[in-house]
């Protein structure tokens, strides 16, 4: 295991007042129930507002810039 992160496990171990081992276990266990989790029901158009509006955030944000195509200007997207 990388030190770095034998020492994240560590710290966190302490934090929840249990052994590294018990940390261990216990962040395998709930990543197994994620699996389990239902999942979020969106329609297209929730979907899509979703994505545009992290769009949005991301280019006022100067995170990711996304390329125009060739005559469309933002206003057009």
Known sequence: ???????ELENAAREHNRSLTAEIVSRLEASLHLD?????KMTRKELFN????????TEEGGLVTVPEEPG?????R
């Open 1 to 7: 295991m990388p030190a770095a992160l034998k020492g």
């Open 50 to 57: 979703l994505v545009k509006e992290v769009v949005k955030i």
């Open 72 to 76: 469309q200007s933002k206003n057009q």
């Open 36 to 40: 389990e989790a239902t999942p979020i």
